[in-house]
């Protein structure tokens, strides 16, 4: 459902999910990058602003002169590697900053080094470091601001107001705290990015495991069809070669019949919303089973009419049916079965026996078809039980519900 866009209230899909260029494949595992013009736009930014506030505090504070412009050019230049190394660098801004102050040049835009340093540490997940470093600024700058201020420049320096310190101070929760905020929707982008990448996984394998039922289905019926034709052709062909012919014309529908069930399985691996070419099988298609079956040489008995199925459930029950059908074939002595449909307003019941005794013959099949019965009438949210019979038969019991409730869309 990530296609579909809301309306109405509610937060809009980028700050539910993340900007769309965080979304990008293999993001995570890139290097970050260079942050090159913002730290070259800043420290065009920091310098004209402190030339402007040295004008405007001309008298007050120290001129500029070498020494500053090392410290705002170090203090800006740190930034180059805030994405990197956050720690050094919240630090080191922090440093830069507070000597600054403390050898009394002008306010300024000093402090916004510093803001982005903490922004970026945080962000990155060095919360502590960030706050360390802000303290620390803080602690120097009320030191000289309040107590060494006679000892250091400029000469006749005064302490600044308790409410000048309140308002910067104000700047600073305000700056930590949106760099938190943005930290925990990081965090949340992320952790949805990584649930909806489990979540396509999860799909693409229930996917994979759905077409490996069906070709085992389609392939292990029509393959026991086949395999008891040729051996029927096979010793008929020198006494009998007309009966040889009515196995060999056997063995040609089954094939051709396994090949367009093929396709059609085949056919979910096309571009999404290509319509499919056939419909999916279910039980209104018992009579050509009972029929592929006779061609196999077992005679099958149908009791029951089956109810209106949703196609899910439909084609399950006609794959539990064919997959019965086919162990009789392969496993068992007896060369008749019976298909016993049953339902009330809830379930339905689908019963196949046959008289036995097995054979212990191996037609050359998997070993997967009760296990795939099983998932496939789990994943409906019925039961399957299957077993030798008290009177040497075999019978295979399903028991699936009409009413399938539809599985929420994962997100």
């Known amino acids: ?13 980028w700050w539910r999910y993340g900007p769309p260029w965080r979304n990008r494949w293999g ?19 920091v310098l004209v602003g402190s030339h402007w506030a ?3 505090q001309e008298g007050r504070r120290a001129a500029l002169d070498a020494f500053a412009r090392v410290l705002l050019l170090a203090g800006s230049g740190l930034l180059l590697w805030r994405q990197r190394y956050p720690v050094p660098v919240v630090f080191g801004t922090a440093a830069a900053a507070m000597v600054y102050l403390g050898a009394g040049y002008p306010y300024g835009p000093v402090f916004l080094t510093v803001a982005v340093a903490c922004f970026s540490a945080v962000v990155a997940g060095h919360r502590r470091a960030a706050w360390g470093a802000v303290a620390m600024l803080w602690a120097g700058h009320m030191l000289a601001a309040h107590w060494l201020y006679r000892r250091l420049p400029p000469p006749g320096d005064s302490a600044p107001s308790w409410g000048q310190e309140l308002f910067i101070a104000a700047w600073v929760v305000a700056i930590v705290a949106l760099a938190e905020l943005t930290r925990a929707r990081r965090e949340q982008w992320s952790r949805e990015r ?9 799909r693409a394998d229930e996917e994979r495991l759905r077409i490996a039922r069906e070709l085992h289905d389609v392939l292990a019926h029509s393959i ?20 040889a012919r009515t196995a ?3 063995i040609k529908a089954a094939s051709k019949e396994a090949l367009g069930e093929v396709r059609q399985v085949l056919d979910t691996l096309r571009a999404p919303g290509d319509p499919p070419r056939a419909p999916a099988p279910g039980l209104g298609r018992l009579p050509e089973l009972v029929e592929q079956a006779a061609g196999a040489g077992l005679t099958v008995e149908v009791e029951g ?4 199925l949703a196609p899910g459930t439909d084609l399950a029950a006609f794959r539990i049916v064919q997959e019965a059908l086919t162990n009789v074939v392969r496993h068992s002595g007896s060369r008749r079965a019976r298909v016993r449909l049953g339902h009330d307003g809830q379930t339905l019941r689908l019963r196949v026996d046959d008289d036995g005794p097995a054979t212990g013959a191996d037609a050359g099949g998997s070993g997967n078809g009760l296990a795939g019965m099983r998932e496939r009438a789990a994943a409906l949210g019925g039961t399957i039980e299957a077993g030798p019979r008290t009177d040497g038969g075999f019978r295979v019991l399903a028991v699936l519900p009409l009413q399938v409730k539809a599985k929420e869309d994962d997100r």
Do not use: K, Y
């Not at 990584?194 to 999860?202: D, F, I, L, P």
């Not at 026991?224 to 009966?243: C, F, H, R, Y």
């Open 305 to 308: 009419e089956p109810p209106r």
């Open 1 to 13: 459902m990530d296609e579909q866009v809301a309306h109405g209230g509610g937060p809009p899909r």
């Open 54 to 56: 040295a004008h405007q």
């Open 224 to 243: 026991s069809v086949i395999n008891v034709q040729a051996g029927v052709g096979l010793a008929l062909l020198d006494t009998d070669p007309e009966q």
């Open 27 to 45: 993001e995570e595992h890139r290097p970050p990058r260079w942050p090159w013009r913002s730290t070259v736009l800043l420290t065009v930014f």
């Open 194 to 202: 990584a649930e909806r990448a489990q979540a396509a996984r999860r």
């Open 248 to 250: 060999l014309t056997t």
